[in-house]
């Protein structure tokens, strides 16, 4: 079975920093995605950003950027100028071919002002 | 991005009773869906993968009799928690992922239950 982990429960970045938030995933597929989701104190879920496998140039959002390491199979996420409303908890989440979505454990960030 | 609406945001019944929660994609048409189950400061557990026009498919370790996965069109699936019970209040979340379209998947508000 796939299986996503995130190492860190808890991280924190001063407002205007910036912090990278780890990943790794478990699979035995060639092609898959990753991606990287919010979920403010709301409990929506946001999408921050998707990886392609096939791809290899990291994926970008704005402020929002991944490493995306397939032979280590790693995927972290970089969110530069850190602002308040980046606070949050975070989770990485590996989509196979086929439709299941796996989600890791989730970080939960906090920006200090 | 499309829009998935989910209602109600929340419930709160007694415990023997059913609850149903409606999951709808406002803009575009979802052949799949998906049912997370979330404790608090938890990941989100997928619970089944519901498929338009046919049965759902439950994941292991969930009772596919007590949650009740009906997907009749391509924009509304509904979870039925049927006898609900004091543990089966949780914070239930659908997510859609649109036809043809990208491989993101868009998720609704969630519903929290609380059962008493």
């Known amino acids: 079975a796939q299986t996503v982990t995130q190492s860190q429960p808890e991280m924190s970045v001063q407002e205007a920093e910036t912090v990278t938030l780890s990943c790794t995933y478990d699979?035995?597929?060639?092609?898959?995605?990753l991606f990287w989701y919010k979920q403010p104190p709301s409990r929506q879920m946001i999408l921050v950003i998707r990886?392609?496998?096939?791809?290899?140039q990291n994926a970008t959002e704005n402020r929002f950027s991944v490493n995306f390491q397939k032979a280590a199979k790693s995927f972290s996420l970089k969110i530069s100028d850190s602002q308040l409303g980046d606070a949050a908890m975070y989770f990485c989440?590996?989509?196979?071919?086929?439709?299941?979505?796996?989600f890791g454990t989730g970080t939960s960030l906090t920006v200090i002002p | 991005g499309a829009v998935v609406s989910q209602h109600p945001s929340w419930v709160i019944c007694k415990s023997g009773t059913s609850v149903k929660i409606e999951c709808r994609s406002l803009?575009?048409?979802?052949?799949?869906m998906f049912w997370y189950r979330q404790f608090p400061k938890q990941s989100l557990m997928l619970m089944a993968t519901?498929?338009?026009?046919?049965?759902?498919?439950?994941e292991q370790g969930v009772e596919k009799d007590k949650f009740l996965i009906n997907h009749a069109s391509l924009t509304l699936s509904t979870l039925t928690v049927t006898s609900a019970h004091p543990e089966d209040s949780s914070f239930y979340i659908c997510?859609?992922?649109?036809?043809?379209?990208?491989?993101?998947?868009?998720f609704g508000s969630g519903t929290q239950l609380s059962v008493l």
């Open positions: 803009d575009f048409q979802a052949t799949t």
């Open positions: 699979t035995s597929e060639s092609d898959y995605y």
């Open positions: 989440a590996y989509r196979r071919t086929g439709n299941q979505f796996y």
């Open positions: 997510s859609a992922r649109e036809v043809g379209g990208s491989e993101k998947l868009f």
């Open positions: 990886q392609e496998a096939y791809k290899q």
């Open positions: 519901s498929n338009e026009g046919s049965k759902a498919t439950y």
